[in-house]
C-alpha cells in the first residue's frame, strides 16, 4: 500500500514539474512577444517622425520668401555661383612733363654693348619691342621708324640708350626697324614709307610715327617723342653740324608726323636713291600743304652721331637738287600712295622688330659730266 502511495506521489511530482516547465516556456514567448511588438511601434513611431522632419525641411527649403532661404537641391554637387572677377584699374593719364626725367645725358660709343646687356637693362619691354607703361595711361600710340642695313653695330647703341629714355617719357611705343634687302643703292625715305604701313599692319592703334636714323641719339631726355599739332624736328642740334641747324628748311635725321599729318603729305618720296634730298623734299611737302614745323629748345635738341664710314652703296644722288626744286610737281604722284615693296621676313626679337623688305632698284642715272 505504501509503495503504491510513492509511485502515485512520484507520477505527480512529475506531472507537476512539466506543468511548471511547461508554464516557463509559455511565459518566456510571451514576453519575446511583447517586445517585439513594443519595439515594432516605437520603430514606426520613429519613422513617421522622420518623415515628417523631412517634409518640414523640404517645405523650408522651397520657401524663398524668407531672408536666409536657399533654392532647392536638384541632388547634384552644389556648384558655388561665378562672382565677377576683379576689374582692371582705371589708369590715369600719364602727365605731360612726367616724372622721373634725367635731362642731360652722357652719351659715350666705346663701352661694348652686346644686345644681352640691352634686354637685361629693359625688362619691361616686350617681344618685338613694344612698350606700355604700367601706371599710368599714354594720350599717344607712337611707332619709332628706324631705316637700316649693316649698320648693327649702331642699333645695339641705339637700344642701349633709347628704350630707357622712351620709357622714362612714359611712351606706349614700339621699336620697328626695315632693313633694305641686297646691296643696291640705298632710298632712306621709301624705307620710312614702308615702315609707316607695316606699323599699322600691327597694330592700326598707331597715330604718331617717330622717324629716326639708326646712328642718332638723343643727350636729353626732356626731348620729348610725341606727336603736336605740328609735325615735328627733333634733330635740330647735331655734334656733326656744331649743335646748330646746318640751314632753316633742314628736317633731317629724327623728325616726327602723326598719322593725319604723315596722309596730308602723301607720306615721304619714294625716288630718292642715294644720300641727301629726301629730307629737303619733306620740308617742302610740309611748307606746301601749310603747315609749320615746330623744334624743341636747343638746349634738350641736340644729338650725338655714332661716327661710320660712309656706305659705298649710300652716295649723293646726282639728280636730288633738280627733284626738291619740283616737289610741288611730285608730291602728288610719289609718296605713300604709290610705294612698291615686298616684305622678305618679319622678325620680332626681344627689344625690337625687324622687316627686311626688298623695295626695287634704282633707276639708271646718266653718267655725270
Known sequence: MSRLLGGTLERVCKAVLLLCLLHFLVAVILYFDVYAQHLAFFSRFSARGSVRALHLAASSSTNCSRP???????????????????TAPVLPPCPDLPQGLVGRLLIEFTSPMPLERVQRENPGVLLGGRYTPPDCTPAQTVAVIIPFRHREHHLRYWLHYLHPILRRQRLRYGIYVINQHGEDTFNR?????????????????????????????????????????????????????????????????????????????????????????????????????????????????????????RDKHNEPNPQRFTKIQNTKLTMKRDGIGSVRYRVLEVSRQPLFTNITVDIGRPPSWPPRG
Open 189 to 309: 625715305a621709301k624705307l620710312l614709307n614702308v615702315g609707316f604701313l607695316e606699323a599699322l599692319k600691327e597694330d592700326a592703334a598707331y597715330d604718331c610715327f617717330i622717324f629716326s636714323d639708326v646712328d642718332l641719339v638723343p643727350m636729353d631726355d626732356r626731348n620729348l617723342y610725341r606727336c603736336g599739332d605740328q609735325p615735328r624736328h627733333f634733330a635740330i642740334a647735331m655734334d656733326k653740324f656744331g649743335f646748330r641747324l646746318p640751314y632753316a628748311g633742314y628736317f633731317g635725321g629724327v623728325s616726327g608726323l602723326s598719322k593725319t599729318q604723315f596722309l596730308r603729305i602723301n607720306g615721304f618720296p619714294n625716288e630718292y636713291w642715294g644720300w641727301g634730298g629726301e629730307d629737303d623734299d619733306i620740308f617742302n611737302r610740309i611748307s606746301l600743304t601749310g603747315m609749320k614745323i615746330s623744334r624743341p629748345d636747343i638746349r634738350i635738341g641736340r644729338y650725338r652721331m655714332i661716327k661710320h664710314d
Open 68 to 86: 536666409n532661404a536657399t533654392a532647392p537641391s536638384s541632388g547634384l554637387p552644389e556648384v558655388p555661383s561665378a562672382k565677377p572677377g576683379p
